[in-house]
C-alpha cells in the first residue's frame, strides 16, 4: 500500500506541475514579453477604450482618473480635476508610441476646450500625459503635425505630465469593458453623443470609426 501510494502521490504531484507548466506558457503567449503603456483622455473613457482595444498590439486599455490632486477619485464620488482617461498597454514590437499618438488623434476633438462631443466638463477634456522626455519629444511632434494639417484651427490638446494613474475598481468596475459588458447601452450612448459622426467630419478617410 505504501507503495501504491507513493505512485499516486507521485501522479498528483506530475499532474500539478503539468498544469503550472502550462499555464505559464498560455500566460507568455498571451502577454507580450516587452509592453509599454500610454496614458491618454480623450472623452468617455468608454469609446477610448473601445477604440484601442480594437488596435492591433495593444493587449489592454484601462479605464479611471487621472490629471488631479484628489487621491482615489471615484466616478460616482470626488473627481475633482481628474480626467477620465484611460492606459494604454501595448507590445512596442507590434505597434509604436508614434501610432498610439496617430490613433489618438483620429479618434478624438482636437479642437474642443469645453469638453468631448456631447460631453462637456473639465474631466471629458483630451489629454495626452508623457512619463519621460522621449514621449514629450514625440508627443510634441505628432501635435505639430495636427497644428499644421489645420492651420486655420486652434488644437487645444494638452501634453502633460504624467501624474498618478487611478483605475475605475470597486461597485464602479461596470464601467471597465463596457462596450464588451453592455454593447446596447454602449453603441446607442456613442450614436447619440454623436462621437462618430464629428470624427469622420474632421478626419475624413483617417477616421477609424
Known amino acids: 500500500m505504501g507503495h501504491i501510494g507513493n505512485v499516486t502521490n ?4 506530475m499532474k500539478k506541475l503539468i498544469a503550472s507548466v502550462a499555464f505559464s506558457i498560455t500566460a507568455m503567449i498571451s502577454t507580450p514579453l516587452f509592453a509599454d503603456t500610454a496614458v491618454l483622455a480623450g472623452g468617455c473613457f468608454w469609446c477610448v477604450e473601445k477604440d484601442f482595444e480594437a488596435l492591433e498590439g495593444v493587449s489592454e486599455a484601462i479605464s479611471g482618473f487621472t490629471g488631479g490632486t484628489v487621491e482615489n477619485p471615484t466616478y460616482n464620488g470626488n473627481h475633482k480635476g481628474h480626467y477620465e482617461a484611460v492606459k494604454i498597454t501595448y ?4 505597434v509604436s508610441y508614434e501610432e498610439i499618438l496617430e490613433h489618438f488623434w483620429v479618434n478624438h476633438d482636437p479642437f474642443d476646450a469645453r469638453g468631448q462631443f456631447c460631453d462637456k466638463g473639465s474631466e471629458y477634456l483630451a489629454a495626452i500625459f508623457v512619463a519621460n522626455d522621449e514621449e514629450r519629444k514625440l508627443a510634441e511632434a505628432s501635435k505639430q503635425r495636427v497644428i499644421e494639417r489645420f492651420a486655420d484651427k486652434n488644437v487645444v490638446t494638452p501634453i502633460l505630465p504624467l501624474m498618478t494613474f487611478y483605475p475605475i475598481k470597486g461597485a464602479e468596475s461596470f464601467h471597465q469593458d463596457f462596450y464588451k459588458k453592455s454593447p446596447v447601452r454602449y453603441k446607442g450612448y456613442r450614436y447619440a453623443c454623436g462621437r462618430d459622426k464629428r470624427l469622420k467630419k474632421i ?4 477616421a477609424t470609426v
Open 10 to 13: 507521485l501522479k498528483s504531484l
Open 91 to 94: 507590445d512596442p514590437a507590434v
Open 203 to 206: 478626419w475624413g478617410k483617417d
